[in-house]
């Protein structure tokens, strides 16, 4: 697992001179009233309240914690002393430090996969102990290599024969239904969450959905039955009154049922894609992509930063180059698919330092939720001490119609340090193709303006030229990092 907080650190703290007294609801954790989690010198704690102590207790007693742990399905964390000052809290826990949070919206058809099978596997794992989650939102996990891992400690309440499923509804429109959108008519689907933080309807999910749908059982009963029946859903006190729960068995074989077809679907409808294949069949020649590997690779080892933005990552062939040299790379990338790719290669070798997430620079992902703070933009958790920027400024300027100065400024933003930026000439047959019908913009596309523009934020330190192409790397230094 990635973190940011080492064993060796951990020893370190004095966590007797902790005495965190934000108990009350914040940003960050304002819908448990079981717990509460809060930050203090940029380090994260959990509070759980004296209200959760039996359900705390047998999640920890019981072995249903550490067979969790075992697996790498839930988060560890130790527990540390309290204030006496706080006569609600029970215990305060202090997690492993998350190196990276990326959200639902930017997340891929297979990063959605891990997350939902996680769920159902967690749940499954906790009816043997007597116990199930309460929430079904996917902002409760991060994702390592080759994991979705549970961060909330304090979701786990009691389930007995004929107790109902709390988390049925917001499971099938939070994680079940955007992924069945994503299933039949494709990636871009996922980018409508972003607008629906709370979930998306069953009713408008069902609508969305084609004719053969209806044929596979899980989406008939879970999506589009369950949405013809919503407004008994929504009218909870009649409803309960009408409708028993669930046996334990039954709750179990229907998580099974659900967890079988998430696996079987090992990918969403797909559009015909160009850029998955970009390095196999349209990179310029073999002389020019290991000119650039040598050069970027001598940098890596020189400026050795401890975390990289890898901007237009594609398939990820550099993010797993800076993987050698640094300790944290995000890949953004804005083509589905592409992630998808990426996933692909860090899952069996897991490595746990690659952060593959979707994202468009000319549409980043902004601060939302309340007060525009409980979701923090990119430009805050990407900032990165390295920014690889490749073949990726003829598509800004010419696609998105982004020019050099802006492109130096977002640029500036997401880098603290360093900045390896590559410039594709006029005469390059990619910028011709993206140019074609845009002479207004051809015009101010050249290398004295892309320099200067670049020097208005970062000092250059080195340009190389690449081998069999007229391309040329840049290396940039922040000024005054």
Known sequence: MCILIELEFISKIDFSEIRIKMIEPNFLSYKDFSARVVQKNNLFYRYIFKCYKNEYDNLMNSGLYEELIKKNLLISHIEIAISNNDPGVYKCLFPTQLSFQSYPYEWSFRQWRKVIIAYLTINEIALKYGMILKDATPYNFFLDSNKAILFDTSSFVFFNDNDKWLAYRQFCEMLLGPFVLMRYNGHSWAKLYQSQLQGISLNFISRQLPVKS????????????????????????????????????????????????????????????????????????????????????????????????????????????????????????????????????????????IFPLVGDLSQPSPAMGVLNKEYLPIFERANSEMVLCLALIHHLYFTNDLNFSFIAEILSKLSFKYLILEFVPKDDRRVKGLSSGKRHRIEGYNYESFVQSHLIFFELMDTKKLDSSNRILFLFKKRYA
């Not at 879970?222 to 949405?227: G, R, Y």
């Not at 390095?279 to 001598?298: G, H, M, R, T």
């Not at 993010?319 to 953004?332: D, F, G, H, Q």
Request: glycine share 2%.
């Open 214 to 353: 209806w044929f596979n059982l899980t989406v008939f009963l879970h999506i589009h039955l369950h949405a013809k029946h919503i407004k008994y859903f929504s009218e909870v006190n009649k409803y309960q009154n009408l409708k028993k729960g669930f046996s334990i068995e039954k709750i179990q074989s229907m998580i099974s049922l659900l967890k079988g077809t998430v696996i079987s679907w090992n990918q969403p409808y797909l559009f015909k894609n160009y850029w998955d294949k970009y390095y196999e069949k349209d990179i310029e020649n073999e002389a020019y992509i290991k000119s650039k590997q040598f050069i970027i690779e001598n940098w890596l080892s020189f400026t050795k930063p401890l975390s990289v933005l890898d901007l237009g990552a594609n398939t990820g062939k550099f993010s797993v180059l800076a993987s050698k040299y640094s300790e944290k790379i995000i890949a953004l990338e804005a083509d589905e698919n592409c992630v998808d790719e990426i996933d692909r290669i860090i899952t069996p070798n897991k490595i746990s330092k």
